[in-house]
């Protein structure tokens, strides 16, 4: 299997898979004087979860990037697929770095990027 | 009171609520239509309840974000004049729906453990478009509302705001001008009086009737979190377990169903319903107030086998350091105490004087009057009960506490709670005067104004 963003090979070379946050939150009680060093005084509440992200590093074509980045900017979702089974429908979030190599030849039309895909609905 | 579940009350003093137990809401658009692919439920994101002792109606606010919950390029999705000729968007199921006076109803909770906590109708909506968003607030106030707001209605089409009641107990006035507002007669609890009057209003609400029949009988008027509407005696003894009925043995212990118990508001009878013998703690029982457990002495006046009926207060909460309180403040003021009550009742008075100095060495004038009119009361003994139960009330009221606690929504104004903070020595019984939730996925907490009621042993 391989990392595709609507159906468009991507070449990933990095892959990071942090799970979604939860809702949380730890609140601080007033102490019980008789148990402050055995059993923690806080409270932990949250139902729910934010959105699953994944971040990916690699390189693709011009033209595929160029697609990526129109995507981007009018918030288009389309389903990602990951080479380990997980796939999402999602939008991209963020580019964290997007740069061409000096070069001639085949080097020269690719570009390395790493972005982030953020969850559109529910899981595909 | 309403009954809290074993398993909130488990869930709540273990200290986690997460997942499947987190915090959860639900608010309902009571008269949005709904069906195959349609909803009533708004995706509330915040919520804000509060509930107070003297208010006629109570208040909500709910927040959400207004984007289609399936299409985050699709904002102003709950717009209500949203329509298909401004271009880019397309009329939804919310069209018309999110309007001034259109009912709601929230319920609050754990997982799937919810309970109401309010019901009554949109004053403002609030449609907020900033760079980074686009969200709806909802401001709601309960069914008081339409009593707040509304004039009475009488039968002369010349004088339609002039309304009359001839001969009828208070009460029942009470009860006839809710039922003109829409109450249905199973919605409205009310204890008769016995003061039976002739009078009329003009260009009235009914919130101004009730207020005048709260200050001639001294009952209570309060809707409660499924809009039934109740003008009853006033107690401060919730919640309350009447006639706990036990066959025993002298010598061994009985466990009644709820405690800690008020310090001596137990009664403990031979017949129920307040008959029968009353019998005498350490005499004929003895009684421990934290656990609950009564045990009939050898030898005193609980015969073996006989059955006994047992009565009294409870704390409908304990909240506890290092369980679930989150702060603290806790206040003593003399700002409304007063050194006496005159109550002037019809053509006669009587004075309460305050204990001076009271048992903590405080002191309070003695010209520090407070002058109370009661044309109903024509006896000396009933001027002076309700000078002594205004005493009464009034020194409970100089201690109070507003602290802020993991949220129990279950928990209803008037109910009494046992509060127990370590640096403060708080540890007695105090009753709600008002609460407020804050409430979201990641955060349910509530802040409790009380004062104190009475002791309990911890």
Redesign the interface.
């Known amino acids: 299997m391989s990392d595709s963003w609507g159906g468009t090979l991507l070449n990933i070379s990095e892959y990071h898979r942090l799970p979604a946050e939860?809702?949380?939150?730890e609140?601080?009680?007033?102490?019980?004087?008789?148990?402050l060093s055995t059993?923690?005084?806080?409270?932990?509440?949250?139902?729910?979860r934010y959105r699953k992200r994944r971040e990916l590093t690699g390189y693709c074509t011009k033209a595929t990037f160029d697609t990526l980045e129109t995507d981007y900017y009018s918030?288009t979702a389309k389903d990602l697929q990951c080479d380990d089974g997980f796939s999402m429908s999602a939008?991209i979030e963020k580019f964290t770095s997007a740069s061409r190599k000096l070069g001639s030849g085949e080097i020269a039309d690719l570009v390395f990027f790493t972005l982030t895909f953020i969850e559109?609905?529910g899981e595909t | 009171m309403r009954p809290i579940p074993s398993s909130i009350r488990t869930l709540l003093k273990n200290k986690i609520m997460l997942g499947a137990n987190g915090p959860t809401q639900q608010v309902i658009l009571l008269d949005k239509p709904v069906g195959e692919g349609l909803t009533n439920a708004v995706p509330a994101k915040r919520i804000w309840l509060s509930r107070e002792e003297d208010a006629i109606a109570q208040r909500c606010t709910i927040e959400f974000d207004n984007v289609n919950p399936v299409d985050h390029k699709d904002p102003g999705y709950y717009m209500p004049y949203r329509t298909n000729e401004f271009t880019g968007h397309i009329q939804n199921e919310w069209h018309f729906q999110l309007i001034p006076s259109k009912r709601i109803s929230v319920q609050l909770g754990y997982g799937s453990e919810l309970v109401d906590v309010f019901l009554g109708s949109i004053d403002d909506v609030i449609f907020n478009a900033e760079p980074g968003g686009y969200s709806v607030t909802l401001d709601c106030r309960d069914l008081g509302s339409i009593l707040v707001d509304d004039m009475m209605i009488g039968d002369d089409p010349d004088e339609p705001y002039w309304v009359a009641f001839a001969d009828m107990d208070v009460s029942n006035i009470v009860k006839t001008a809710l039922l003109a507002k829409g109450w249905t007669s199973e919605n409205v609890t009310v204890d008769l009086s016995g003061l039976i009057l002739d009078i009329d209003f003009e260009r009235q609400t009914v919130a101004d009737l009730i207020d005048w029949a709260i200050d001639v009988t001294g009952y209570q008027f309060y809707i409660d979190e499924n809009g039934k509407a109740f003008f009853v005696e006033a107690t401060d003894k919730n919640p309350r377990s009447s006639d706990e009925t036990f066959v025993c043995t002298q010598g061994e212990e009985i466990s009644l169903g709820h405690w800690p118990i008020v310090l001596d508001s137990q009664e403990v009878r031979s017949a129920p319903s307040g008959g029968g013998t009353l019998f005498t703690k350490d005499t004929d029982y003895t009684i421990n107030f934290s656990t609950g457990k009564l045990v009939p002495i050898v030898g005193g006046g609980i015969a073996s086998s006989s059955t006994i009926y047992v009565s009294y207060v409870y704390a409908a909460w304990v909240f506890r350091h290092g369980e679930d309180i989150f702060r603290l403040p806790y206040t003593l003021s003399r700002r409304n105490q007063y050194g006496k009550i005159v109550v002037e009742g019809d053509g006669e008075s009587a004075t309460w004087e305050a204990p001076s100095p009271a048992w903590d060495t405080r002191t309070t004038s003695p010209n520090r009057v407070m002058f109370v009119s009661k044309p109903e009361a024509t006896e000396i003994s009933e001027c002076q009960e309700i000078a002594d139960k205004m005493g009464l009330d009034m020194l409970r009221r100089y201690g109070t506490v507003e602290f802020a606690a993991v949220a129990v929504p279950w928990l209803q104004v008037g109910d009494c709670i046992q509060v127990i903070e370590y640096s403060s020595t708080v540890s007695e019984i105090y009753r709600i005067v008002s609460v407020e939730f804050e409430y979201s996925p990641g955060n349910a907490v509530m802040t409790i104004r009380a004062y104190h009621f009475g002791y309990s042993a911890i």
């Open positions: 939860r809702f949380f939150s609140k601080e009680l007033l102490p019980d004087p008789s148990t059993v923690p005084e806080t409270v932990l509440q949250g139902s729910g918030g939008i559109a609905g």
